[in-house]
């Protein structure tokens, strides 16, 4: 990949933010119809942060189906649809003000962490709650 001056660079020598932006447009080069991003904007500054959501959106508006996996609930906010899934069980799913809604909750975060508490406690005990 060309750097800044015009010189050549590994893409394993490359920064964290650099190394997303490869990713994202390596995942586009063949126009796939299903595009699958794991923690897209991890390591990326603010500016970049921004910039991959308003190409993931305008993916969207072109037809293909983005799948994004985020802990990051501002994040989760910029998606239409949200699908929360802890365990291997899915614990809700719909638009951000549906979910808020049914958990009873003020956001999303909050929404996250009723809907995982009440799916902890009635899954009995696990793993993660072991002293």
């Known amino acids: 990949m060309p750097s800044a001056s015009g010189s050549w660079q590994l893409a ?48 969207a508006r072109l037809g293909i189906t983005v799948l994004v996996s985020t802990h990051c609930m501002d994040e989760a906010q910029r998606c239409d649809s949200l699908c929360y899934i802890a365990a291997g069980r899915v614990l809700a799913f719909g638009d951000a003000a549906q979910i808020v809604a049914a958990a009873g909750a003020s956001d999303l975060e909050d929404a996250f962490v009723r809907l995982v508490t009440s799916a902890q406690g009635s899954a009995g005990p696990t793993a993660d709650r072991a002293a």
């Open 12 to 59: 394993g020598t490359l920064s964290g933010g650099w190394k997303q932006r490869l990713a994202l447009a390596a995942c586009l080069i063949h126009s796939p119809a299903l595009l699958l991003l794991d923690e897209p904007t991890a390591g990326v500054d603010p500016k970049a942060r921004r910039e991959f959501w308003d190409e993931i959106h305008r993916q």
